[in-house]
């Protein structure tokens, strides 16, 4: 079955930086996109960035572009998020996402916080 694990979570100083990890199992990486969703307190989750099979292209949302990165590694089943430039407002719990077909997989999250 589709699995998700993911790590890189912890807690970072306004102006720091992560890098989030998902490790993937239980499908063909390589033929889907991935996403990062966050989900703030109290808020919906949100869509933060996604990028195709390949890794040829990428898409995020306007409040994290210029600080965030999406990247892929096909030959290890994974997708990473560096965050950088964190704010206060960036604080949540991320999680990995895929969907195949009608049916959306997620990982169980990791908590970022950034606070002084």
């Known amino acids: 079955q589709v699995q998700f694990v993911e790590s890189g979570g912890g807690l970072v100083q306004p102006g720091g930086s992560l890098r989030l990890s998902c490790t993937a199992s239980?499908?063909?990486?390589?033929?889907?996109?991935m996403s990062w969703y966050r989900q703030a307190p109290g808020k919906e989750r949100e869509l933060i960035a996604s990028?195709?099979?390949?890794?040829?292209?990428?898409i995020y949302v306007d409040s994290v572009k210029g600080r965030f990165i999406i990247s892929r590694d096909n030959a290890k089943n994974t997708v990473n998020l560096q965050i950088s430039s964190l704010k206060p407002e960036d604080t949540g719990v991320y999680y990995c996402n895929t969907r195949i077909l009608v049916s959306d997989y997620w990982g169980q999250g990791t908590q970022v916080t950034v606070s002084s």
């Open positions: 990028i195709t099979g390949t890794g040829s292209g990428t």
């Open positions: 239980g499908f063909t990486f390589s033929n889907y996109a």
